[in-house]
């Protein structure tokens, strides 16, 4: 049993009123934050029910548009996550080791690889941009625009194109007037991409605001051995945004990589 | 025999939870889950008159066959507008936002919920999403029908369906971090000797209706925010025109709509364990089964959602099974009927206001519940879908059940709340006038369903006419059933008698300190030793200070 | 409750390289050819990372069980989600010519 958290015989001046002792407030925190993060699975899993029932529906569509998005990017921003995550454990574990220097070191490391995978994410969505392949009329030039467009990538056509490729490679012949057709379903594939990975990104910005709170209370001085459970707490957060993140990159990018697929 | 107090004329307690502080920041600043409590009160009634207001227009519309009172496009805003109100601000927080928040940590023997602030801002994200779900209502509202279903409201219509939407999702928040708070405080927060064995069924019902609100409305906001993304960017989601799929809106829609009648039910049903056993003198009978009862319905209520698209284009053998689970999860609630029925069983009925009320839900539900059974039949749903006997079916279950066990749940807590007594006569009139107001707007319905007449119609065949009329009668004196509590609670905080501690000598643990409370709940963390409802038995609960 | 022990630094750069290195690998098989086996190798992989990150970087491993009932809920009410929704689309044209 930790001894960290047991109370002494003053009240902690971080214990509330409501609770009778540290452990109690920690254990009912951290049990908090993970009945939130219940309503979190099941949010993101909304969405994830949705990809899956139209990626079965529009398979085809759903692979083009897969090719579509860069696996490269999509890599690396995984491993960056993945190391954002192992950067927040440490920090967490610093706390409880009462080290501040580690834990205000950990903190901004996390927050560092963060910003990383929202300027990499910046980076693709231009890229979509600047392909036409935003979904809807409204923001940018238009899913359906071939002028506008850069003179390599005009906007649906480069999907159609690919189709028509890779099934080539397969020795299967699609006509043009199908692969546009499958070239226009993948606006659906799109609209999850941007939904799953915009929804992701919004909960790595809320995580950054987190963080930065965290960050000024740690240099504070705010967290001990005693009572560090709203890092505990920023850790869980954190660290379950990587573990969306994590099946968003197979589900997203991964659809069917191999050469030769249609 | 019971070691009853003797006669003492009851006194309020010189500091309580309602004069520990005053001003206007006190209350809005307030962290007490009593004061929260009677905020939602506040707010909850005002979101009820609300949608009677709309209710009313509907049954006046609907007095001649014609549609000459409004066109069919204000005619559907009507509607919408009722069912959203009703549904999202009223009673999905009713019961666990205002009677729970109030006796919930009492109950529990806590000095509060466990996180006081998130109680709070809940309040705070329920007020704003309600009023401005209200503006966007005045500035013209939707006229989707609550249940929004596409393609009709993913770019068919001009109105304000994604604003509306929004007002919804925030509704819903709020709705998810007051589960939050009652799970964590269930677990985490009981006084020394309170097993889960000894908690009383009100818990339990609360409890279950936590999980719902947990795990469901988040599929809810989901939806929500895709159907106001499509809206407001044409992305392809649910609307064929982009490749989307109607049905799949309907799922996931009904994911959370379905277990949302579930939360909207089970706190209704804990009152009701309450009131029984209380005003049978008499502990409930199987309490363990009562108790599982409504952690079955939490968890089979998630299985059935389909069953309010039997004839929307699912898949005949997806409708099968949906409707076999139809047909279970109506068994846990069948228990819970025949285990109030059995308390009552030779004890000692006394008819308070209540009581009566309490006895209305067991008829009203138990009517609500087996029609519900029928629509699960498919081949009944077929004839019935759409029809006025779904909605004789759920307002049976949601305003003689749920509106019943509220006002019943009001009625019991009232003392403990506010210190005084309700007047007896004018509050046992109200309850009969509801009861009779109410089955005469409402079984006429089942008759028009019966019969063939659609639902979300202003215009119907002459031959409805009389059931019509009836209907709307009766809506008329449901109104005044509703409106006299408002009257006589408000008259009796000033002129109401001093309750006392415990005026029902009924057994809990909030009615073991004062009324009103002090904002601390207890003097000192009470210890509980006794099983619950110990009524009837050498002495009543046993409190070690 | 409080937790029982806490891993410790050279714990966490275990699982780190191994998150990247599964991450490596789901990255590389895609560019095989497994025909069905593709999604449910990349998912299983997906699924080992996340229990990972869960167990040791969210310190379930450590916890006490009302945590591991909790994520458990979570994911079983995913699945039923998914799993009944899916069973109808799936279900449509079955048993017909």
Known sequence: MSTSQTTTTEHHPALAHQFDSMAQQQGASTFGMWVFLLTEIMMFGGLFAAYLIYRIKYYDAFVAGSTSISVSWGFANTLVLIASSFTMAMAVWSAHKGKRGPLVGFLIGTMILGAVFLGIKGKEYYDKYDECHIPGHVIGKGFNAWGGCSVNNPGLGNIADEIQQHAREAGVSVPEASAMQTARQTEIFFSFYFLMTGLHAFHMIIGMGLMTWLLLRSRRGDFGPQYYTPIELGGLYWHFVDIVWIYLFPLLYLISRHKGAI | MSTATTTITPVMPAKHYLNDNYGIRSWLLTKDHKRIALLYLGSITFFFFMGGLFAALIRLELLTPAGDLFTSDTYNKLFSMHGINMVFFFLVPSIPATLGNFVLPIMLGAKDLAFPKINLLSWYIYIGAAFFSLAVMVSGGVDTGWTFYTPLSSGFLRTHVALMAVGIIFAGFSSIFTGLNFIVTVHRMRAPGLTWGRLPLFVWSNYATSLIMVLATPVLAITLILLAMERTFHIGVFDPRYGGDPVLFQHMFWFYSHPAVYIMILPGMGVISELITCFSRKRVFGYSFVAFSSIAIAVFGFLVWAHHMFVAGISQYSAMVFSLLSMAVAIPSAVKVFNWTATMYKGTVSLETPMLYALGFIGLFTIGGLTGVMLAALGMDVHLHDTYFVIAHFHYVMVGGMVSAYLGGLHFWWPKMTGRMYPEAPAKLAAIITFIGFNLTFFPQFILGYLGMPRRYHAYPEEFQVLNVLSSAGASVLAVAFVLPAIYFLWSLKYGQIAGDNPWKATGLEWQTSSPPPTHNFHEVPVVTAPPYNYGSDQEVTVVH | ?97
């Open chain 3, 1 to 97: 409750m409080a937790e029982h022990s806490h891993p410790g630094p050279k714990l966490y750069f275990i699982i780190f390289i191994t998150l990247a290195f599964f991450t490596c690998a789901t990255w590389a098989i895609a560019f095989a050819d497994l025909g069905i086996f593709n999604p449910i190798v990349a998912l299983a992989i997906a699924c080992t990372k996340a229990v990972l990150v869960i167990l040791f970087f969210m310190h379930v491993r450590y916890s006490d069980t009302l945590t591991k009932i909790t994520i458990t809920c979570g994911f079983f009410w995913l699945l039923i989600l998914i799993t009944l929704s899916l069973s109808d689309y799936l279900s449509r044209t079955l048993f017909t010519t």
